[in-house]
Nanobody
């Protein structure tokens, strides 16, 4: 059974940086598609970034491209999200999500992912 656990959230000021981590266990994740989603207060869950099938390609939402970087460790059992130049609108609960394999056309869609963490809150203040 795949288990995901996010960490690294907290209260930060606009312009600061923060790194989120997602520890994964239960499987070998070399071929998994791994992603970050977020859910701002009162809004639907939205795509942030993804690594497709262990690193074949990387995808970002327009809102974070150039500020956020998604990566994994060599063992591919920890997923990171480096967030720089944080903005007020980055305030959200951040979730990591994994899928065994994945389809390129669906990497931005939550329904593709079978495994989810519980989320970690990031609050950006002025």
């Amino acid at each position: 059974q795949v288990q995901l656990a996010e960490s690294g959230g907290g209260l930060v000021q606009a312009g600061d940086s923060r790194r989120l981590s997602c520890a994964a266990s239960g499987r070998t994740f070399n071929r998994f598609t791994m992603a970050w989603f977020r859910q701002p207060p009162g809004k639907e869950r939205e795509f942030v970034a993804a690594i497709f099938r262990g690193g074949q390609s990387v995808y970002y939402a327009d809102a974070v491209r150039g500020r956020f970087t998604i990566s994994t460790n060599n063992a591919k059992n920890t997923l990171f999200l480096q967030m720089n130049s944080l903005k007020l609108e980055d305030t959200a609960t951040y979730f990591c999500a994994f899928d065994q394999g994945g389809i390129v056309s669906s990497v931005r869609r939550p329904h593709m992912y079978d495994y989810w963490g519980q989320g970690t809150q990031v609050t950006v203040s002025a």
